[in-house]
Nanobody
């Protein structure tokens, strides 16, 4: 099983930027996992906003396309989410996701709060 620890959340003004990090650990081969970031705002369902395959191919939800960039460093077992042009509606708890079709697993971290407010 993979353990995921997010960091980098906080309070930022509209139009600002933040970079989230997620460190994966456990008896894993990180490169066997597709990684992603999801978020959940109060009263809403969790949504997956960005994913990156083991080979580095990225996909984004329409709500963040052009503003967020996901990347991974397989040597460091870490995935990042660079968020720019942040809006108040981006306020949510952001969760790291690790998914493996090889192992049949789908794991989430504990989350980090991102608040966009003036």
């Amino acid at each position: 099983q993979v353990q995921l620890v997010e960091s980098g959340g906080g309070l930022v003004q509209p139009g600002g930027s933040l970079r989230l990090s997620c460190a994966a650990s456990g008896s894993i081969f990180f490169s066997n996992y597709a990684m992603g970031w999801g978020r959940q705002a109060p009263g809403k369902q969790r949504e997956l906003v960005a994913t990156v395959t083991s080979g580095g191919s990225a996909n984004y939800a329409d709500s963040v396309k052009g503003r967020f960039t996901i990347s991974r460093d397989n040597a460091k077992n870490t995935v990042y989410l660079q968020m720019s042009s942040l809006k108040p509606e981006d306020t949510a708890v952001y969760y790291c996701n690790a998914r493996s079709s090889l192992y049949g697993t789908d794991d989430w971290g504990q989350g980090t709060q991102v608040t966009v407010s003036s």
